[in-house]
């Protein structure tokens, strides 16, 4: 692992040479923040245990912690997984490249490290060029978890990954902000019934129209699966969500403190008010750079309206739950 270096960036105009030397940082064992369509990931070889190690160091993730593979394309889910099931092809065709992630059984090859030592392995196809550019020229997959420290917010710009990272990854690639700003859904596809564990842009029941079925989506996400713990994507000042009256009652009692919401809400002297959209993919898009960007301010905590329950909406409950959590 990297320690008190200068971490390379390349340029946001990447060129064909960047990613060449990006994938040879990779071959050689080293790890490389890339972007992604949903967050940057911080990508290493998942052929190489030692390059999978690094990724556990530098973000400080416990080795129990399962990872998410990124591959080029269906074609290659046969290296990883022991069966495909025909429910994988469907939901391919309908959302890879995107942000999906399948759970399949893995094959005996597959690193322990990449699945915290259970029988199946998660792998997606991201939607952004430079990443599957960098797996290509790689010639592999890559293990690619959040670019950032260890439960803390999930980077959707280069400038979020330096803030926990720097001195300890060899490279960021600058792919500009993330277009979903959400870490991707993540399906169990193993069960005769799917599974949604971790929500997220694709929906439950994007879902179930793709496969023409009912799939189960649990009222807690707690299985062991990336992002699945009590607290996660947890920004450094206090998080608390309210409804929108206890918000207004909050904003006339106190000072000094960061309000996000979606609703029409009054300010006032000594509160920051940051005004979300009012639609899911908008919102979804602006939360990790708004929380950045409040824990880079004096105010003392955050206070977050309460998202609204509809299931398109799952998503930003789970990671608001989550980034609120004191365990």
Not at 36 to 52: F, I, K, P, R, S
Not at 102 to 118: C, E, N, P, Y
Not at 138 to 149: K, Q, Y
Request: net charge positive; with cysteine; hydrophobic share 40%.
């Amino acid at each position: 692992m990297l320690k008190d270096k200068e971490v390379r960036i390349f340029s946001k105009l990447l060129e064909a040479n960047q990613i060449k030397e990006a994938a040879a940082l990779l071959k050689n064992g080293d790890v490389v923040a890339i972007p992604t369509e949903t967050v940057y990931g911080l990508a290493a070889d998942a052929t190489n245990d030692q390059a999978l190690r690094k990724i556990f160091a530098a973000k400080n993730r416990p080795l129990d912690h399962p990872l998410i593979v990124h591959i080029e394309s269906f074609s290659k889910v046969d290296d990883w997984a022991d069966f495909v099931p025909k429910s994988a092809k469907k939901l391919a065709e309908h959302f890879w490249p995107g942000p999906l992630t399948m759970i399949f059984q893995k094959r005996k090859t597959v690193s322990d490290l990449i699945t915290a030592g259970l029988n199946t392995v998660a792998l997606r196809v991201p939607n952004h060029p430079v990443a599957l550019e960098v797996i290509r020229e790689l010639g592999r997959g890559v293990a690619a978890p959040s670019a950032n420290a260890h439960k803390k917010t999930s980077p959707t710009k280069p400038e979020h990954v330096l803030k926990t990272l720097e001195g300890k990854i060899a490279a960021i690639l600058d792919g500009g902000a993330c277009r979903v700003g959400i870490e991707s859904t993540i399906v169990d596809i193993t069960k005769e019934v799917p599974v949604i564990l971790r929500p997220g842009a694709i929906t439950a029941s994007m879902i179930e129209k793709a496969l023409n079925m009912k799939v189960y989506q649990p009222f807690n996400y707690d299985r062991k699966v990336s992002g699945n713990m009590a607290s996660h994507y947890q920004p450094e000042k206090p998080l608390l969500i309210l409804s929108k009256k206890e918000v207004a009652l909050s904003i006339k009692k106190e000072k000094n403190i960061a309000v996000i919401h979606h609703s029409i809400i009054a300010g006032s002297q000594g509160v920051e008010m940051y005004q979300m959209p009012n639609t899911k993919t908008k919102y979804a898009q602006k939360l990790y750079e708004t929380l950045h960007h409040i824990d880079g301010t004096n105010v003392e905590k955050i206070l977050v309206e309460t998202p609204p329950n509809s299931d398109d909406w799952a998503d930003i409950r789970d990671r608001l739950k989550k980034a609120s959590s004191k365990s």
